[in-house]
């Protein structure tokens, strides 16, 4: 689906936090991040720099996994 990040980071600028932890799960079971998921990563931390709100990570959840995009160097 579609991600807009005035959406992600509404509730971050209302309660005016320091920092966000983006986090979502691939019904698949699959945790591994898609060609989207790296776009939209990117277009979030770049929303992010713009508002002084960074993101941290970007943690995708699978069947009883995670992968962590910063982990794996990927934001």
Do not use: W, Y
Not at 12 to 26: D, M
Request: charged fraction near 20%.
């Amino acid at each position: 689906s579609i991600v807009h990040p005035r959406e992600v980071f509404r509730s971050a600028v209302k309660k005016g936090v320091a920092a966000i932890i983006v986090i979502h799960n691939h019904p698949s079971g699959n945790p591994m991040p898609s060609q989207n998921d790296l776009d939209i990563t990117r277009r979030l931390c770049e929303a992010g720099q713009l508002l002084g709100i960074p993101v941290l990570d970007h943690l995708i959840i699978g069947d009883g996994v995670f992968i962590s995009l910063k982990e794996k160097m990927l934001m």
